[in-house]
């Protein structure tokens, strides 16, 4: 069948705009699940301080609210913990709406926030479980960035915080790491 001038051209761009609404559909989704996560977390958090509760009501909480919502998945014990542990790590997380591009220099603490919006679950996961001090959290979120969200744990494991002249030697192409140039 012979194609009408442009079609490919068309096409491809039709083919873009939904690649790009997609993906901000799945940021979209991203927030709206970490803020329900954190405010599980949050509630529970502060349950606790205010009542005494002890750990074996998180054991009820998971129960009932699996009954409850049976399709939600993540509402087990230990999801319930990591959501505690998440609004413990951060108490006034405030889920950014903004741009990275819309913000300057001198607004680092609202680019952590845009981060931590549109870090994936288990990303989070992975840095209560590996990092325990909040100052290095804030090292290796944007990191978790600059190698495209695959290498957080690798990360971890080899980048030392506080070396400066190792922070920004290595990057990351196509899955490899590679010595910078700059």
């Not at 940021?27 to 009542?51: C, D, F, P, R, T």
Request: hydrophobic content about 40%.
């Amino acid at each position: 069948m012979m194609l009408p001038e442009g079609f490919i051209g068309f096409l491809e761009s039709l083919k873009e705009k939904i690649r790009v609404s997609r993906q901000h559909a799945a940021i979209a989704v991203n927030k709206e699940l970490l803020k329900i996560y954190w405010e599980i977390g949050n509630a529970i958090l502060k349950q606790q301080q205010l009542s005494g509760w002890g750990s074996k009501v998180i054991d009820k909480l998971s129960a009932d609210l699996k009954s409850d919502f049976p399709d939600f998945k993540g509402l087990s014990v230990r999801s319930l913990r990591y959501m505690r542990r998440f609004a413990e790590a951060y108490p006034d997380f405030d889920f950014v709406q903004g741009s990275l591009a819309q913000l300057n220099q001198e607004q680092k603490a609202e680019i952590l926030q845009v981060l931590l919006a549109e870090l994936p679950w288990y990303h989070h996961i992975t840095l209560l479980d590996k990092v325990r001090d909040p100052e290095k959290s804030k090292f290796y979120i944007p990191k978790s960035f600059e190698s495209g969200l695959i290498s957080l744990r690798f990360q971890i494991g080899t980048l030392n915080f506080g070396w400066g002249f190792l922070q920004n030697s290595f990057l990351f192409k196509n899955g490899c790491m590679q010595l910078s140039q700059s």
